[in-house]
T-cell receptor, first 114, second 116 residues
């Protein structure tokens, strides 16, 4: 499978715990994006990388959220001290630099904070 | 700031019939992309169709076509000969070219039900 993959697919955690999600983009794609989708809403942009550089961050990305893409390949999104409001689907997408208009999405990680 | 509005939370269509999903957007920019994405239940989003704002010709992909009205800031999706596999959430999305950002701005989605 050469699509975007995300791990884990589901995560249940208790409030106050830290969680980390991983995204593996399509291999030749150098842009990687994170979105958050809550129930009944469309995805909301969180941040994006070009190679290892984080070029844009949304105001939604509070101090408890951090994203990295250390070698310009896979990316991680960490949420510290989770809150119930963090419960959502976290989507990763990737695109080629030469074709930035088309983003390919992964299956998402569904986070439930109890 | 740009916004995308999908005013139809849910639509139904009979199999083999045609349905149109509505999308309006607000922007002061002249150069941008518009997209329709399909999100089947528990599956990842896939691109259905893309429109570049500077192209007047409406995009078409097999049974899917758009009606792009730039002045009215309207971007509707027409699905012809609807199939059971078309049942999904459909999201309209906007991406600026002018501002140099690569993020998408999504609408709230329309759930399409296809009736056998």
């Amino acid at each position: 499978d050469t699509g975007v993959s995300q791990d884990p697919r589901h995560k249940i955690t208790k409030r106050g715990q830290n969680v980390t999600f991983r995204c593996d983009p399509i291999s030749e794609h150098n842009r990687l994006y994170w979105y958050r989708q809550t129930l009944g809403q469309g995805p909301e942009f969180l941040t994006y990388f070009q190679n290892e550089a984080q070029l844009e961050k949304s105001r939604l990305l509070s101090d408890r959220f951090s994203a990295e893409r250390p070698k310009g390949s896979f990316s991680t999104l960490e949420i510290q001290r989770t809150e119930q409001g963090d419960s959502a689907m976290y989507l990763c997408a990737s695109s080629l630099r030469s074709s930035p208009s088309e983003q390919y999405f992964g299956p998402g990680t569904r986070l439930t904070v109890t | 700031a740009q916004t995308v509005t999908q005013s139809q939370p849910e639509m139904s269509v009979q199999e083999a019939e045609t349905v149109t999903l509505s999308c309006t957007y607000d922007t002061s920019e002249s150069d941008y992309y518009l997209f329709w994405y399909k999100q089947p239940p528990s599956r990842q989003m896939i691109l259905v169709i893309r429109q570049e704002a500077y192209k007047q010709q409406n995009a078409t992909e097999n049974r899917f076509s758009v009606n792009f009205q730039k002045a009215a800031k309207s971007f509707s999706l027409k699905i012809s000969d609807s199939q059971l596999g078309d049942a999904a959430m459909y999201f309209c999305a906007y991406r600026s070219v002018t501002s140099g950002t690569y993020k998408y701005i999504f609408g709230t989605g329309t759930r399409l039900k296809v009736l056998a």
